[in-house]
């Protein structure tokens, strides 16, 4: 979970009285208000099938923006980096357009896209992004990373894998960046990207491995 820091007094007027204090925000207020931000967020993003329906709707897209901005604010601090970013994470909702258009399309090869992930080992400092075709299909992107702040990690890729139930075909690796995550708790994660766009997933109930 991210760390929360110090007590941190609110700017506030002050009056005659002796008896008057700063008022504080504690770690367990910081906690109660991200509760409710994550909340809000989650519920906004709940029917956008992962981002699909979000292409088409402006307004929405901005609700949603807000929300994670909201997010943001209150993660504004707190290290991401540690070993709680390593998990499986599964995608809820992203504005990356390729991940879409490969969602969106599968179907015209005669599949469809399963859980999309992003796995992530900061300690071996390797992340692989994942697209399934269940039941046997898979691509997936390896990248290798490296902590570059509290927030954010640079990716640089290095292979590419389509894989059916017995073949493969290796792709060249292509493009590197820096993700940061915004917010990180034991549920979900938050991600701004070097290409402005979004992500948030959730700790998938199993560990994807090769």
């Known amino acids: 979970m991210a760390t929360c820091l110090p007590f941190r007094a609110i700017p506030f007027k002050p009056n005659t009285s002796s008896s008057s204090r700063p008022a504080k925000i504690t770690c367990s207020s910081v906690t109660a208000q991200s509760r409710l931000a994550k909340q809000d967020l989650l519920a906004l993003i709940a029917d956008q099938d992962r981002g699909l329906k979000t292409q088409a709707d402006p307004t929405k897209r901005a609700s949603i923006i807000k929300a994670i901005d909201a997010l943001a604010d209150l993660g504004n601090g707190t290290v991401t980096t540690g070993s709680d970013l390593s998990a499986t994470w599964r995608l809820l909702w992203t504005t990356e357009k390729e991940q879409l258009f490969i969602i969106q399309n599968a179907s015209v090869f005669g599949t469809r896209a399963g859980d ?88 998938a109930p199993y560990a994807w491995t090769e």
Do not use: M
């Open 116 to 203: 999309v992930l992003q796995v992530i080992d900061v300690d071996r400092k390797v992340l692989n992004n994942v697209i399934t075709f269940p039941p046997d299909g898979v691509f997936f992107v390896r990248s290798t990373i490296e902590v570059a702040s509290p927030q954010r990690v640079n990716f640089r890729f290095t292979s590419a894998v389509l894989r059916g139930k017995s073949w493969e075909f290796p792709l060249p690796p292509f493009g590197q960046g820096w993700f940061e995550t915004v917010y990180l708790d034991d549920e979900i994660r938050v991600v701004k990207d070097i290409r402005e766009d979004y992500l948030v997933v959730d700790r």
